[in-house]
């Protein structure tokens, strides 16, 4: 009994699938009441592509780009000596201040940890931004980026970063690419 309910079940899928495609061809087929010697006019509309998003050039392997100035200056500082200065935004309003500086674990770049906000330190949220992110104008720390835009940023995780070590050495000397000894 099982080999003929089987039988039957293959036979009427195989059917179906054979009805699908003949149903298909008679709905795509032109109509028979045209004449055999006319031809469906067929308009093709011609779409111009949509703007590209416009991009920074990449750099070929032989160029090589040269940090600004500003961005060198920091890079000789130790984290101790950015470690609670007040950063200011595009707007002149404070940013908040820099509680740490951290290097990512993953892309090995140097990170200043902004705190923002809170009461004496309760409360407050952090945010990681690049270290070439800020700029020094007349030894104050800037940010091209006003208060709303940094609270839109991710907030920082400390399991996504390292501390840069030893802290009173330049940051220009800290390798994220080093062991880290291992804790127990």
Known sequence: MKMEYR?????????ALVSAQVWAAEEAAPSSTMDKGQSETVVVEE???APMPETKPQLSDTQTTFAT???LMLYNQSPNELVDREVIGADGEALGSISEIVG??????VYAVISRGGILGFGASEYAVELDELNIVD???HMTITGPELE???EYVADRYVPVTPADHPI?????????????
């Open 152 to 154: 839109m940023r991710r």
């Open 139 to 141: 030894d104050a720390l």
């Open 47 to 49: 779409a111009s592509p």
């Open 104 to 109: 990512g674990r993953v892309s090995g770049r």
């Open 172 to 184: 220009s000397e800290f390798s994220a690419f080093e062991a880290l000894p291992q804790q127990q």
């Open 7 to 15: 039988q039957v079940v293959l036979a009427a899928a195989v059917s």
């Open 69 to 71: 100035p500003e961005v």
